[in-house]
């Protein structure tokens, strides 16, 4: 064999050597991918942690176990601790889901996810515009719509609750009549954006999900924040609060249904037309 062909035949086998390689990675980083499902599954997220990094070092094209890494991180994040550490791992799940998002902008989960994270380390604001973010690629997703209309309630929760308790207030749910003209000025300014769109979101979530029970407790809730920017019109505010009287009735109405129905179980055991039992 002639020298060019001879390197023409190495450079083949190198080649498929290389193509083979590549190959054993890929099965390699899938079976790690499995395995950190699992030990996800089991609540094992360190160990989880560990599975999908050692997927994404062997096949750096799988998208998945970045998204896998990241949900797991997002498992280690505690709900109001604001520790540097806490902190620190809230923020390398949302860079590594944000790696996602450069890819794919429009992976929704990778928004949710992201949402879920900056609720949790009370990041309101940018919570509320990741899910913002979710509903411009799924006008019906109900739980997007619920969550900004829950963070506006809170904001205007704590705006009311800032107001009122150095005065010696205790928030009445019903309009504060009691308070001062000063205080109720101030709260309305504050309060007025944050009850309108948390109006229009819950209404939302509720239009897009029959039986939403919790969608119900909320504009119940944002109701009587509402009857707070009606101060001084006592007809107003006495509509606002008989509506937020009936969402009350209807969340614990509709809540009674559906523990009725999962209490009331499958019905028995019947036998399919195959014989087999179901």
Request: proline letters at 3%.
């Amino acid at each position: 064999m002639n020298r060019p062909a001879r390197i023409t035949a190495l450079a083949i086998a190198l080649a498929g050597m290389v193509f083979s390689m590549s190959g054993c990675d890929k099965l390699a980083a899938r079976d790690q991918l499995n395995k950190g499902v699992e030990a996800y599954k089991g609540t094992h997220y360190e160990e989880a942690i560990n599975h999908f990094q050692q997927a994404m070092k062997l096949d750096p094209s799988l998208t998945q176990a970045k998204s896998y890494l990241a949900t797991a991180l997002a498992q280690n994040v505690v709900a109001g601790l604001d520790t540097p550490e806490n902190l620190q791992s809230a923020q390398q799940a949302i860079d590594i889901f944000q790696e996602v998002l450069a890819k794919n902008p429009h992976d929704v989960n990778s928004m949710k996810q992201i949402a879920g994270i900056d609720l949790s380390i009370k990041k309101l604001d940018d919570a509320k515009a990741w899910q913002k973010k979710v509903l411009a690629e799924d006008p019906k997703d109900a739980e997007a719509a619920y969550t900004v209309g829950v963070i506006d309630w809170m904001e205007a929760h704590q705006n009311a609750l800032a107001a009122l308790v150095p005065e010696g207030i205790n928030d009445d749910g019903e309009g504060n009549v009691k308070a001062p003209k000063k205080v109720m000025d101030d709260l309305i300014a504050k309060n007025a954006p944050l009850v309108e769109e948390g109006l229009q979101y819950l209404t939302q979530a509720n239009d897009n999900r029959a039986n939403y029970d919790e969608a119900m407790a909320y504009l119940n809730l944002i109701y009587r924040r509402k009857a707070d920017l009606d101060y001084g019109n006592d007809a107003a505010r006495k509509d606002d609060v008989a509506k937020a009287d009936e969402w009350r009735a209807k969340a614990m109405e509709t809540r009674k249904i559906v523990e009725a129905k999962k209490n009331a179980g499958p019905g028995g055991i019947t036998m399919g037309d195959n014989g087999e039992l179901k």
